[in-house]
């Protein structure tokens, strides 16, 4: 009975990390529609224009780094956490380069 208990927990764990995969990525999807992108991956790979998208990506990053230290406690969610955590810090360091504000050809941003 008790390994039953353990298989069931194990099994809740990874589910709610499958949930949180989902929520997170839907929430990428319509936050990339709202700054006007055409997909999340173009989203995702542009440098940040507009204070609204810093505040996104500092979100993201540390929403990453929360995943990722839940995960010492549940580590389905440390897989979780890297990809924020990597997308959202790669759009900050590009904003704190200044790139967001150079006028890129390859963007597909209709707000540009």
């Given at each position: 009975m008790f390994v039953y208990l353990i298989f069931a927990g194990l099994l809740g764990a990874f589910v709610v990390?499958?949930?949180l995969l989902v929520a997170l990525w839907k929430r990428q999807q319509r936050?990339?529609?709202e700054f006007g992108y055409p997909t999340l991956g173009a989203y995702l790979r542009a440098a940040p224009a507009t204070d609204a998208e810093r505040r996104d990506a500092a979100d993201l990053t540390l929403r990453g780094v929360v995943f990722c230290l839940l995960g010492f406690i549940f580590p389905p969610l440390l897989l979780i956490g890297v990809f924020p955590l990597f997308y959202g810090?790669?759009?900050l360091v590009y904003a704190s380069m200044g790139l967001g504000l150079l006028d890129d050809?390859?963007?597909t941003h209709p707000g540009a």
């Open positions: 990390a499958i949930v936050k990339a529609r810090t790669r759009k050809a390859d963007r």
